[in-house]
Nanobody, 123 residues
Framework: QVQLVESGGGLVQAGGSLRLSCAAS????????MGWFRQAPGKEREFVAA????????YYADSVKGRFTISRDNAKNTVYLQMNSLKPEDTAVYYC????????????????WGQGTQVTVSS
């Protein structure tokens, strides 16, 4: 069982940066791959990035590749999402989540979710 709490969201101007954090509780955090999703008003939840349990592999949605970086610190039970060169279209509620298996972008295959943190990018 893993419980997830996101933080770090806020209001930023286009071109700015934010770093989201996701603190996990549970002894098995280090054995899970982790992912970030986002959901804008009126849109479906979409995959953003994922990281392997040991941090050795990552992958990203094309829309954020080169701008966002996912990382993790298993000693702190925390996964991060560094977001640079933010655009208004990045505005959404951002969620961290833990999947059943590595390599999936399908939200239905993620079993554990945080409550989300709002990111708003002004133009």
């Amino acid at each position: 069982q893993v419980q997830l709490v996101e933080s770090g969201g806020g209001l930023v101007q286009a071109g700015g940066s934010l770093r989201l954090s996701c603190a996990a509780s549970g002894r098995t955090f280090s054995s899970y791959a982790m992912g970030w999703f986002r959901q804008a008003p009126g849109k479906e939840r979409e995959f953003v990035a994922a990281i392997m349990w040991n941090g050795e592999r990552t992958y990203y949605a094309d829309s954020v590749k080169g701008r966002f970086t996912i990382s993790r610190d298993n000693a702190k039970n925390t996964v991060y999402l560094q977001m640079n060169s933010l655009k208004p279209e990045d505005t959404a509620v951002y969620y961290c989540a833990a999947p059943r298996r590595w390599g999936t972008r399908d939200a239905s295959e993620y079993d554990y979710w945080g409550q989300g943190t709002q990111v708003t990018v002004s133009s």
